[in-house]
Nanobody, 127 residues
């Protein structure tokens, strides 16, 4: 089992920044893709970003490209999401997820390929 706990959410102004952290425990994470999803009120949970190892394995949804950056520290079992130039539409509950590398690689934006999820952290952007 892999246990994921998010932190770092909160309130930010439009144009501001937030940094989310996800801490993994239970097993090594080196064979897992780790990603961020978000769910706004009344909307489905959507893919934000995912990463396997280094920055060259990262991908971001178009709506956050150039503003959000995903990164990870495998030794510390930590996943990060640096969110800059925030917009009101970024307001959502942000979830950390992990999935086996061979399962996630082909379609990393699909929720179904991730097996482990955190409980989420709220990020609110005020305009």
């Amino acid at each position: 089992q892999l246990h994921l706990v998010e932190s770092g959410g909160g309130l930010a102004q439009s144009g501001g920044s937030l940094r989310l952290t996800c801490e993994a425990s239970g097993r090594t994470v080196s064979s897992y893709y780790m990603g961020w999803f978000r769910q706004a009120p009344g909307k489905e949970r959507e893919f934000v970003a995912t990463i396997f190892y280094g920055a060259n394995t990262a991908s971001h949804v178009d709506s956050v490209k150039g503003r959000f950056t995903i990164s990870r520290d495998n030794d510390k079992k930590l996943l990060y999401l640096q969110m800059d130039s925030l917009k009101s539409e970024d307001t959502a509950v942000y979830y950390c997820a992990a999935g086996w590398k061979y399962k996630v690689k082909a379609t990393p934006q699909r929720r179904e390929v991730y097996d482990f999820w955190g409980r989420g952290t709220q990020g609110t952007v005020s305009s």
